[in-house]
């Protein structure tokens, strides 16, 4: 079979890397792709969010199944778009992916439902935004509800602050038509975790356990980014946890999602906060978390095309997603200045010493291939993955492959999962 997979990160080298196992795959596609996924896979130079471009790719080369890694093609309608040309394709469709496209939407669900999320209230207008500040506690949370490369978050601990958050987001609109909606929501404190899962529209299976480090800096400082490093599996993620999960939050969204008449296939990531009062939602994406993904397929057994196919035709409550006893860290190796501004077209050595090192992976995000050999070529270059027996093992041998590469300006968070040392 001929598989597509729509994207440019980590995540999407994760996913070629995963598909390209599958033996009846004989030839994947990556649109746009970049210089990793470039050795696994044919790298087309069209745009995510290209849809009918895409959509006349996927029939002339007369693919099997489309794979949409990105969160933009996703809200964006591209699912409707191949299905309405009778095309394959795994992921939610315009109507569902809401769930990760508007977080007044999403926060609306989980109140309806009762879903348990931190209390908050939707403004459509600045001033109503403002007079609510008036009367509330701090620190609080401002969220623009469209999608915002993840930095429409602001946490402010005083009223000031909270104005200015709201003149950017909703008047000088910082992150676009992204603001013209605002959640304003209740802070909680907790540890965070990612659990992601695969749904058929009525089943949902859910992945191992991941966290990310969002901030830029050691210690949890510095600005939020993509991600900077990620573990898997979380060890405070405990089985009563997960009962209380998949009892109160897992299928209660699927059937929630159901309810509504937005029927959702694909991959549903919740962001979760274990608080004081139990396990809460702080957000859904509707695709694989990036870097998550390059922890948690590294360790699933299973076939990821069976699984989407499952996905796809409804019958996922055959499936048993299993994943290996271990453990996995990724450290992304950034360009020195992400996420504000950073060189690139370095030239990256060392590449070569992952190949054939079993539990050991190297998945591409901002890199490009060049005559001169792989260049960097974004905020994120790479995502150096390593397994071990556990967490402490998996942290050490990645932070030893970290060293077998080098660029120019390479950059690291050097505390990916000091957490576990708490556990
Ligand atoms: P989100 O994109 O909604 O996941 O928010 C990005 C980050 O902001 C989260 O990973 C949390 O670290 C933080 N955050 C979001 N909502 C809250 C909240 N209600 N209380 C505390 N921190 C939050
Ligand atoms: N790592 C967080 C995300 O993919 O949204």
Request: hydrophobic share 40%.
């Amino acid at each position: 079979m001929k598989v597509l997979i729509v994207g440019s990160g980590g995540r999407e080298h994760a996913i070629a890397y995963s598909v390209a196992k599958n033996k009846s795959v004989e030839k994947i596609y990556c649109a746009p792709g970049n210089g990793g996924i470039s050795e696994l896979a044919e790298c087309v130079d069209i745009g995510a969010m290209e849809f009918e471009k895409l959509a006349a790719f996927a029939k002339e080369k007369e693919i099997d199944l489309t794979i949409i890694g990105m969160d933009d093609p996703l809200v964006g309608g591209i699912v409707d778009v191949f299905e309405a040309e009778g095309l394959r394709v795994f992921g939610p469709k315009k109507n569902a992916a809401i769930l990760e496209g508007s977080k007044a939407f999403s926060k609306d669900l989980m109140k309806k439902y009762q879903i348990p999320t931190a209390a908050y209230e939707n403004f459509d207008r600045a001033e109503d935004a403002y007079a609510y500040l008036e009367t509330a506690k701090f620190p609080i949370v401002l969220k623009a509800d469209g999608l915002a490369l993840g930095k429409g978050v602001l946490i402010c601990n005083t009223l000031e602050e909270a104005r200015e958050g709201v003149k950017s987001i909703m008047e000088d609109k910082k992150f676009g038509s992204a603001g013209n909606r605002l959640v304003v929501e209740e802070f909680m404190t907790g540890r965070e975790v990612s659990v992601l899962s695969f749904v058929d529209g009525k089943t949902i299976k859910t992945m191992t356990s991941a966290q990310d480090h969002k901030r830029a800096k050691d210690g949890d400082q510095g600005l939020n980014t993509g991600g900077m490093g990620t573990f898997s599996p979380s060890p405070f993620y405990t089985k009563e946890i997960d009962e209380f999960c998949q009892k109160n939050i897992f299928q209660k969204t699927v059937d929630a999602m159901a309810a509504e008449g937005r029927e959702f296939k694909g991959i549903i990531f919740f962001g979760l906060m274990l608080t004081e009062d139990g396990p809460k939602v702080l957000e859904y994406n509707a695709r694989f978390g990036d870097p998550e993904a390059q922890v948690v397929i590294p360790r699933m057994k299973n076939d990821m095309i069976e699984v989407m196919d499952a996905c796809i035709d409804g019958t996922l409550d055959q499936i048993e997603l299993t994943f290996e006893d271990n453990a996995a860290v990724c450290v992304v190796l950034a360009s020195d200045g992400y996420p504000v501004s950073y060189e690139k077209g370095f030239l990256i050595h060392g590449l070569s010493a992952f190949d054939g090192k079993e539990g050991y992976y190297v998945f591409h995000a901002g890199t490009k291939k060049t005559d001169e050999g792989i260049v960097t070529n974004g905020g994120r270059v790479l995502g150096v993955t390593a397994k071990g027996k556990d967490l402490k093992e998996a942290r050490a041998n990645a932070y030893e492959a970290v060293t077998w590469i080098d660029f120019e300006n390479k950059y690291m968070r050097n505390d990916i999962g000091k957490a576990i040392d708490e556990a």
